[in-house]
């Protein structure tokens, strides 16, 4: 074929090519054209310029994308890249070129579409010019005889506080995919939240070249690119893609000397679509909720409950006064209807694919924890004070004679107990009306929601205004970011985990002291789900252990 050809059929498939730069965030192969052909790859290639490795992401039961990034001093790039059933390419699947440049930080990223189901794929990229070749990634897509699915979730990876222990985990198990909750890197700077290992850059990300340096920092740990190298990931954000505490318009760690806001969102989104591309930032790179096919097993709903929909959230310093807390103006603004976590589009959308969904399971992968985690209201004012500990075990006391049907219990003790207030408003539980809505939609489906952001391992039963299950939440633990025995030691972790697992109602289990991931074994009568820990992420010899295990 020739290279007049040969171009002519790549800006066929490519979505929107301008001037000889491609300006879509993804490259797209179909099957239009399978028998492409590009030019001779050398047979003395060596593997060098992929300093970050390669990646694949979003597989379906037909589809997969395939990244890489390529170190040159040059103004563009030009790769193959091929698909193949073996490590040799002797067997290839799907080819192609595609060019890449500084407008995308020489990022690649190939959605090839329309492949077999039940596949075990292997990809790399070769420069030819160079004589470079990647390494060599492992990938799949699944398919109707899929009859068993193991998901490997994990959250909140904060290079600052330690070694990605919990990733070399990740990638000696047997999960097939890697399902990441958020906070895939931080924006902090600099001995800011964390300072076990330096940031680069040294300062607190703003700018699109401090995201891309950041992404790049991360991309280089060895632990998490051998990961990448082996199982795909299927991600979505939660707020330190941008910044903390994020929501429609603003955030918590975005001041007026930082810039505008928006600008810095679109810069930390366009180097989120560059380094972590998902299959529906075609057109746009702020919508990454999406719904992934697994088989017949399971629907996979990706949903973002932090950059696109939300309203800002509720804080008790607002309602506390010269009088103390008003509780009257509270509950009116924790109850307003119109209070949205989702966005209007967003949750008309998922309430849509989750009424029409038909598989085994509705997964639902989103950031924040859905469960009511409604505690005694006196111990938010009290947490961090003296008085906290001894409060917490006069109501675990209280609790538990409660629930004896302890007749000597006064009329005050009884409220101590009861009149509860959510812990986390950052959470569903500071958006209580659209929580409901969305918890009706959940009726008569096999639902198991996933979280992360807190960085503990919690579990609760999904229970409606009216007492009804319609769902189990499964929240994983932190790769690295430290949990409550940051804040009142491993002991104290212990034994707070153990308190609330009493006073909340809905709340089954909490571990607030270890970091690690979950891994769903699923299948289409059971969903079997491990919590898997490590014992330090400070050091690089360690061991993992599964403390907690659940089957719905």
């Known amino acids: 074929m020739s290279t007049n050809l040969k171009r002519r059929s790549f800006l066929k498939n490519s979505l929107l090519v301008t001037s000889g730069l491609i300006l879509a965030p993804n490259f797209i192969s179909c099957d239009s054209d399978p028998d492409v052909t590009t030019d001779p790859i050398p047979s003395d290639i060596t593997e060098k310029n992929f300093d970050l490795g390669v990646a694949s992401f979003d597989p379906t039961n037909s589809q997969v994308i395939i990244w890489t990034r390529y170190s040159t001093t040059n103004p563009t790039v030009k790769l193959i890249w091929q698909l193949a059933k073996n490590k040799d390419f002797t067997e290839l699947v799907r080819q192609g070129e595609v060019e890449t440049d500084v407008s995308r930080d020489f990022t690649v990223a190939i959605e090839v579409k329309d492949l077999d189901e039940n596949l075990k794929l292997y990809y790399r990229f070769v420069n030819v010019n160079d004589k470079a070749t990647s390494p060599v990634g492992e990938t799949l897509t699944f398919g109707a005889n899929t009859s068993e699915l193991k998901l490997a979730v994990a959250s909140c990876s904060n290079h600052a506080y330690g070694y990605f222990n919990v990733y070399e985990a990740i990638n000696q198990s047997d999960a097939d995919v890697v399902v990441h909750l958020g906070d895939y890197i931080y924006e902090y700077g600099e001995d800011t939240y964390g300072s076990f290992r330096d940031p680069d850059p040294i300062g607190e990300i703003i700018t699109l070249d401090d995201y891309r340096k950041r992404y790049r920092l991360y991309r280089s740990d060895v632990q998490l690119k051998e990961l990448h190298q082996k ?322």
């Open 231 to 552: 199982k795909p990931f299927i991600c979505v954000w939660d707020d330190h893609e941008v910044t903390n505490d994020a929501y429609i318009d603003g955030a918590e760690n975005h001041q007026d000397n930082e810039g505008d806001y928006q600008e810095r969102k679109r810069s930390a989104l366009q180097a989120y679509s560059e380094y972590l591309p998902n299959t529906t930032n075609l057109t746009d790179n702020s919508i990454i909720y999406r719904k992934l096919q697994l088989g017949n097993l399971v629907d996979l709903v990706m949903l973002d409950t932090r950059i696109v929909g939300r309203d800002k959230q509720l804080e008790y310093a607002n309602y506390t006064t010269a009088s103390g807390f008003d509780a009257v103006a509270f509950q009116q603004a924790w109850l307003d209807p119109s209070r949205t976590l989702l966005g209007a589009q967003q949750k008309a959308w998922f309430k849509s694919e989750i009424e029409a969904s038909n598989s085994a399971w509705q997964i639902i992968g989103q950031q924040v924890l859905m469960g009511k985690m409604l505690i005694p209201a006196e111990l938010i004012t009290l947490f961090g004070s003296p008085q906290f500990q001894v409060a917490l075990g006069e109501l675990v006391q209280i609790k538990t004679r409660l629930l004896q049907n302890d007749t000597t219990l006064t009329a005050e003790e009884i409220a101590r107990v009861k009149t509860v207030i959510p812990y986390n408003l950052d959470a569903w539980d500071g958006y209580y009306a659209e929580r409901e809505e969305i918890l009706e939609t959940f009726r008569d489906k096999k639902v198991v929601v996933l979280a992360g952001d807190t960085h503990n391992a919690w579990q609760s039963n999904l229970i409606t205004a009216t007492g009804d299950k319609v769902g189990d939440e499964l929240a994983t633990s932190s790769v690295s970011s430290p949990g409550f025995e940051s804040f009142v030691g491993a002991q104290g972790a212990v034994q707070l985990g153990s308190a609330l697992e009493l006073l909340i109602d809905d709340l089954n289990f909490a571990n607030l002291v270890d970091r690690g991931f979950m891994k769903l074994t699923v299948t289409s009568g059971a969903v079997k789900t491990d919590w898997n820990y490590v014992d330090t992420v400070t050091e690089t010899t360690y061991t993992t252990a599964i403390k907690n295990t659940l089957t719905i």
